[in-house]
């Protein structure tokens, strides 16, 4: 598991490890860091010797994080040039480091560039690029060829504590972060812009304190979470999951959250609906019912998935509410609960409860859109309910009542198909069937969700039913290699 955390924390970290240091020592270490991280990078195009590196620098420590690095690149023959926003307040002492070791200040854009790094903001700036920073941001946008471009622990006017791009951003190849995780390069479309995130340890770690602001889980962590069936197992035992989805104007989404269920870890799936008449022909060992009133026991239920928003649907609805199991909520499910007596259901439930909106659904539930902070979106909407909410997107975030949060590091822009959210409810289900606390069957289940996703994408356009079909090879990859952040290096 990674953790992710907010400025202040990291400020305070930094401020307790610098008061047992040598001064200058934390921007030796960073800067060592991105250096290593930009010769990888130089070795990669062709070789680090005579290569052009150009430091787009700021005022304040971010900005002497880039000119220490990059006089120790022009220590290795590197041409190391730099563009400052503002030269009165630029770090005096990287300044004299860099022309010490035979690096300059340019006044423009230099003919060739092998290599851009993004010293222009770091984690202490707020709002949008503005004057000379944004200028430049906007001329390296404009370079082409395009050189690789490497960030100094966030790319520049992202927002630092949300994930928000609030303006003209510099779009990263690689962000060199120190010491620990923010959530803008995990979280929301400066994820994006922070492209590869590599993590260099500087020593803060042991200086962190409180809560991080977000969790990430990886493939180790969801292996050691996913339930495995032993030698007194039986279909009952492993968990029996009802799953109340489809219609007859969408018995689609019957099959595609049945497919989910079956592909994850629960013993029996039974079925409650309107299209139970085609379930069994396509998925022989699902037991079908035409309402839940008829499905029998089971240890979870899912419902919503093409349910509809009629009379028969709130009523399928009310007595999925009224088990005293988890319960997961989606698509239709969450637009019924918009109806105030369906909501004050929800709010009095006792069982665990996962919503799972989309922004739209997110809106309708809430009365606003989730906006640029969608981690405290998910969390507002997580402790009204009283439930479990998995805000779905490109990095899906999963928020627990008690502010608790996770983001999803395996969401790929191939699941925004129809069909897909489907079997995904299926799959959190049959999890939630299995007997994992419902955080975690979410945070598992957008984790495999989102391989899945990937592995169907290598074979070109993708469908839902082509999700459905790499679930479980996605289940079989959990003891591969991680998905997500680049490992540590040493300092």
Known sequence: MRSVYRVAQVRAAESALMATLPAGTLMQRAAAGLARRCAVTLRDQGGVYASRVVLLVGPGDNGGDALHAGAMLARQGVQVGALLSDPKRAHAEGLAALRAAGGRVLADWPGRVDLVVDGLLGIGATGALRGTALTLAEQLGGLSPRPPVIAVDVPSGVGVD????????????????????????????????????????IGITPWLHGDPALRIADTADIAAWWPQPGPDSDKYTRGVVGVATGSAGYPGAALLSLSGALAGPAGLVRYA???????????????????????????????????????????????VLAAPVPVLLDADAVTLLVDGSMSGELRRRDAPTVLTPHDREYARLAGEQPGPDRVAAAQKLAAWTR?????KGDRTVVAGPSGEAWVNPTGTPALATGGTGDVLSGLLGSLLAGGLPAIRAAVAAAYVHGLAGRLAA?????????????????VASLTKTPVGIAPVRPR
């Open 162 to 201: 949300t994930g928000d791009v609030p303006g003209t951003a510099v779009r990263a190849d690689v962000t060199v972060a120190f010491g620990c995780l923010k959530p803008a390069h995990v979280v929301g479309p400066a994820a994006v812009l922070a492209g590869q995130v590599e993590l260099v340890d």
């Open 273 to 319: 609906g309107s299209a139970h008449e085609l379930v069994v022909p396509a998925h022989p060992s699902v037991i079908a019912a035409p309402r839940v009133a008829d499905a029998g026991r089971v240890q979870a239920w899912v419902c919503g998935s093409g349910l509809g928003t009629d009379e028969r649907a709130a009523g399928e609805l009310r007595a």
């Open 387 to 391: 439930s479990v909410v998995l805000l």
């Open 458 to 474: 290598d074979s070109g356009p993708v469908t839902a039913a082509d999700v459905a079909a790499a679930l479980r090879p996605a």
